[in-house]
């Protein structure tokens, strides 16, 4: 560096003068008749020696103070940049707190509104149900044999099938169609039909009959060598929540267990002890088998 080998110059050249002022002082130790013989010219040498490095040490000085003029030049320009920094770090520092305390405020609202958005589905959810409380969903039933009063039909099909004794009065039906899909082809699997019923009670009856008759009968009711399916008409949610618990059913099944799928989506097993346990999620009713009633 520069500030280094401008100091080890300016050492070398002391040393060359501490050497020459040696040399005069064992000079002046002689005999003074030799030394007055002997010192007349290397006296003069000295004397050009000891100018030089005069001249040589200003000129060195001169250059120390250029150095340092730059040098503190340096350090100026460094510090102006350091304080640019700084300020720059403080102003990013409080737009980042900002923005920790926006999301923070976005964060809770977000929140809530997750929250509220789950009530308010669920609460659809409710009414769409409750809105189909008095239907009935009947699967397999031949395309087109209800012909183009299908209200007049179901109402004296339904005690026919299942039994005119379970009704002692008439059924009262507000509508019945099949599903909005396009009809299907000869071949293909006839589209639901639903049933609204005027009386929930009667929807009530219907189901609780066919379940009764299917369980008679060890198997399905039976129209036109075809069996038939008779299902509350729920939501396409509560249809998927229903469903997710099939796996746990099976293995109830499969062990024997009595059980039900209470409604909305809420699994009831019956114990051999007679006590019943219930379940929301098909997860607490796995575990509840693996953990209390192992294979």
């Known amino acids: 560096m520069p500030g280094v080998a401008f100091a080890m110059d300016l050492r070398s050249r002391n040393k060359q003068v501490n050497f020459a002022n040696a040399h005069v002082s064992s000079c002046q130790e002689e005999d003074s008749h030799e030394v007055g013989c002997k010192m007349a010219a290397p006296a003069m040498d000295i004397a050009l020696v000891l100018q030089e490095i005069r001249t040589g040490n200003q000129a060195l000085g001169d250059k120390l103070d250029n150095k340092m003029t730059e040098i503190n030049e340096s350090i100026s320009e460094l510090k102006d940049v350091l304080n640019g920094l700084t300020t720059r770090v403080n102003e990013a520092e409080e737009r980042i707190g900002a923005a920790?305390?926006?999301?923070?405020?976005?964060?809770?609202?977000?929140?809530?509104?997750?929250k509220d958005n789950a009530f308010l589905l669920e609460k659809v959810e409710s009414l769409e149900n409750h809105s189909r409380r008095n239907n009935i969903r009947l699967v397999n039933l031949r395309e087109g044999c209800e012909g183009n009063d299908p209200v007049a039909f179901f109402t004296n099909w339904l005690p026919d099938t299942l039994g005119r004794e379970q009704f002692t009065e008439p059924l009262l039906i507000e509508r019945a169609h099949r599903t909005l899909a396009p009809k299907p082809a000869a071949d293909e699997k006839p589209r639901p039909v639903l049933i609204r019923l005027l009386k929930y009670r009667d929807r009530e009856k219907i189901l609780h009959t066919a379940a009764k008759r299917a369980k008679e009968f060890n198997g399905p009711i039976m129209?036109?060598?075809?069996?038939?399916?008779?299902?509350?008409?729920?939501?396409?949610?509560?249809?998927?929540?229903?469903?997710?618990?099939?796996?746990?059913?099976?293995?109830?099944r499969s062990r024997g267990i009595q059980y039900s799928l209470l409604h909305p989506a809420t699994l009831r097993i019956m114990l051999a002890d007679g006590k019943r346990r219930y379940f929301k999620t098909p997860k607490e009713a796995a575990a509840f088998l693996k953990d209390t009633i192992p294979d």
Request: hydrophobic content about 40%.
């Open 223 to 252: 129209f036109e060598n075809k069996p038939l399916f008779f299902f509350p008409d729920l939501s396409a949610s509560l249809v998927k929540r229903r469903k997710e618990f099939d796996h746990v059913k099976k293995d109830l």
């Open 100 to 114: 920790e305390d926006q999301l923070a405020q976005l964060s809770s609202q977000a929140a809530k509104l997750s």
